[in-house]
């Protein structure tokens, strides 16, 4: 892995699929740039059409008759500006990312999913929590049910690989908590609560399970603590650092093999820190 030089210029990388920070060298040739950016936007070079965005300034192409030998730095790079790339291939060529329609996935037989002790289920079972609380309504139920559904068709497990919908926005991490936060929900204070369709019709509230999540970058709003609405006393869900955790709808995550964006420097000897 090559090193980080004194001049590199940390910039947004921006696609129709991908957006992460990464630092740029200006020294490098708009040949070597757009051999770089493949790996990283799924675009290959000779479909790539960059423009350099930079804040109160119009859109600045960059591109060259001889792109072997003329450097990026000669487009006035700014640190944390936007460089834009768009796939000019027509769109039936191109690689989709976002429809997962066609994708096989792996789905756990339920009988499997429930012999399993990291998951939701399990808590909720340990727990007497939603439909195995005995004192529940035939309404909370039902919607603790319908939720147990999502988690498990989604594989959502605990310390799963994860990235955060929805795209193109690249937000990655790790699933460290899968259950109910009542501070977001508190049971006994329907004014706290979203809508009044989580209330059932004898006036307890329905606890959501939401997926506590560890980013690989601070984009996050929290560290893994949540603030009482009442007392403002934090409760710890997991351990994180600030502004790397984030709670989420089972919704908004789905799971896979999605390795951390410092990853993507490594894959080739040759590829510095894009």
């Known amino acids: ?44 070079p000779f479909a790539q059409r960059l423009a350099l965005r930079v804040a109160g300034q119009a859109p600045r192409p960059i591109e060259a008759v001889d792109e072997e030998n003329t450097q990026v730095g000669d487009f006035g790079l700014r ?5 834009y790339v768009t796939d000019t291939r027509p769109p039936a060529a191109r690689q989709n990312f976002t429809d997962l329609s066609s994708v096989e996935k792996y789905e756990m037989p339920e009988d499997e999913y429930s012999k399993l002790s990291n998951t939701v289920l399990a808590y909720k079972k340990a727990n007497k929590l ?30 799963a690989r994860c ?50 999540v560890v980013l690989d970058e601070p984009t996050g709003k929290n560290d893994g603590t949540i603030a009482d609405p009442k007392t403002g006393e934090k409760k710890r869900y997991f351990e994180c650092g600030t502004n790397c955790g984030a709670f989420v709808k089972p919704e908004r995550v789905e799971a896979g093999d999605f390795p951390p964006l410092d990853d993507l420097g490594d894959l080739d000897e040759d590829m510095e820190e894009i």
């Open 130 to 159: 939603g439909r195995f609380d005995p004192n529940a309504s035939q309404l909370e139920a039902e919607r603790a049910a319908e939720q147990d559904k999502i988690i498990s068709d989604k594989g959502l497990t605990l310390n």
């Open 79 to 83: 640190a944390y500006a936007e460089i």
């Open 163 to 212: 990235r955060l919908l929805p795209l193109p926005s690249v937000r990655l991490g790790r699933i460290a908590y899968i259950g109910p936060v009542p501070e977001i929900h508190p049971p006994s204070t329907p004014a706290n609560v979203d809508n009044a369709e989580n209330l059932d019709p004898s006036g307890s509230a329905f606890q959501p399970i939401w997926i506590g």
């Open 1 to 44: 892995m090559s090193l980080q030089t004194a001049v590199d210029i940390p910039l947004q990388i921006t696609s129709e699929n991908a957006a992460s920070e990464r630092r740029i060298t200006p020294s490098w040739s708009i040949a070597q740039l757009k051999t770089k950016l493949e790996p990283v936007t799924g675009v290959p």
